[in-house]
């Protein structure tokens, strides 16, 4: 699906290198809609972790949509007590806005083989 919204120009996804040697050290993906910059997926390459590089991207994707789209808002979505949390709350400053909640069912296999 998130290929998908890349393809229709819904979401934007970036590489982010470091200058020092050019290598790929996270992933970031990006939807603009209604006045709202939401940032999606951002990954941060397993032998890069813990060096910086998520508080650096979500602040470099934050300044290219303060340019891009003045007066917008810019979010995010976080698992409650997870890594991503601590780096968009007590690093980068960001407050909650709302809770979420995740709905599910049990499924029961009808296949029969």
């Given at each position: 699906?998130?290929?998908?919204?890349?393809?229709?120009?819904?979401?934007?996804?970036?590489?982010?290198?470091?200058?020092?040697?050019?290598?790929v050290v996270a992933v970031v993906c990006a939807i603009v809609h209604?006045?709202?910059?939401?940032?999606?997926?951002?990954?941060?390459a397993p032998k890069h972790r813990r060096q910086g590089h998520a508080l650096a991207t979500?602040?470099?994707?934050?300044?290219?949509?303060?340019?891009?789209?003045?007066g917008s808002c810019f979010c995010v979505f976080?698992?409650?007590g997870g890594y991503g949390e601590r780096v968009y709350r007590d690093k980068a400053g960001m407050l909650?806005?709302?809770r979420q909640y995740e709905w599910s069912r049990k499924l029961y296999s009808t296949y029969i083989a």
């Open positions: 699906m998130e290929k998908r919204k890349c393809e229709i120009g819904d979401m934007q996804a970036y590489l982010v290198r470091r200058k020092l040697d050019n290598a209604d006045g709202v910059v939401r940032m999606k997926n951002l990954v941060v979500v602040q470099l994707l934050w300044h290219m949509a303060e340019k891009q789209y003045p976080a698992i409650k909650p806005v709302t």
